[in-house]
């Protein structure tokens, strides 16, 4: 048995030589690796993920909504009038203010107030003083059926020397898919090299003053629609050391808008030129019902 068991112990690592990844590049597969069982659970927390909303409304400063506490977390909306319904929530600025049964509540953004052992009240800070006001439900059967994010193998090659092009400073406003807007600053251009072709793309962050030590990449390529989200994917990128030298892209990490598994988050509508090529790496796409 011993003999087996180093015959097959060394069939192992032959295939892993041939796998020809280097040891530095075996480095960077194993923290992707440990990236994704991160996003994995975060999104299978039931009082945390993404998945978990059963309704929300997205509030300008004095909008009000309202709900039925008392109905079940398949029936359970945000209202435009309050007729009936014992549970109001008003945008007040920097909090929530809650009419709950004839009980007033504060809420401030990323607080929670709990409905029912299931069902809870969440509420978040938007561009321009807006709110969003989740209804969150522990026990949604999106978080239960999820099994893990879906992604291309991973490919060394998708780690790229990249150059920044500073610019001027411009402020962009996306439009969302809920209707709404929300800037950020287009500060330059990002080149690179994907499979011999040379690529550029705009940078942005949400500041539009310097230093920057992170970039945010919104795109869209050939894959869209077919093997990654339609509506496009982003890719965050820490740059520590900042952009006065080439930095490493690694679009292993680049991931699909939440809202190509989620109706309710406000995710921005692209509108810059499509890539030419295709970024066959990063988070791919199923239609998710």
Known sequence: MMRVAGIVASVLLLGG?????????????????DWRADNDQHARDPHKSFLNIRDAKYLAVGESTWLQSQQSPEEIRWRDKMVGLDFGLTHSG???????????????????????????????????????????????????????????????????????TAATPEAVM????????????????????????QVSMPAYHSEAEPPYQSLMLF???????????????????????????????DFNYSGNFYCARSTFWNCPILRDPTLTVAITAGETYEKHQ
């Open 17 to 33: 030589c041939l796998g020809g990844l280097s040891e530095s590049q075996q480095q960077d597969k194993q923290q992707w690796l």
């Open 94 to 164: 920097d909090h929530a203010e809650i009419v709950w049964n004839h009980s007033s509540h504060t809420l401030n953004p990323g607080g929670e107030l709990a409905l029912s052992e299931r069902l809870s009240v969440t509420v978040g800070e938007l561009y321009q003083g807006g709110m969003r006001a989740f209804i969150r439900d522990n026990q949604h059967p999106k978080v239960a059926s999820f099994d893990g994010y879906d992604f291309f193998p991973y490919n060394p090659d998708a780690k790229v020397d990249a150059n920044f």
């Open 174 to 197: 996306f439009q969302t898919v809920q209707g709404l807007k929300n800037r950020f600053y287009r500060i330059g251009q990002v080149s690179f090299k994907w499979q011999g072709t």
């Open 219 to 249: 795109f869209k390529d050939q894959t869209n629609g077919e093997q990654t989200y339609g509506g496009g994917r982003e890719l965050y990128v820490e740059v520590p050391q900042g952009l006065d030298k080439p930095f490493a892209l």
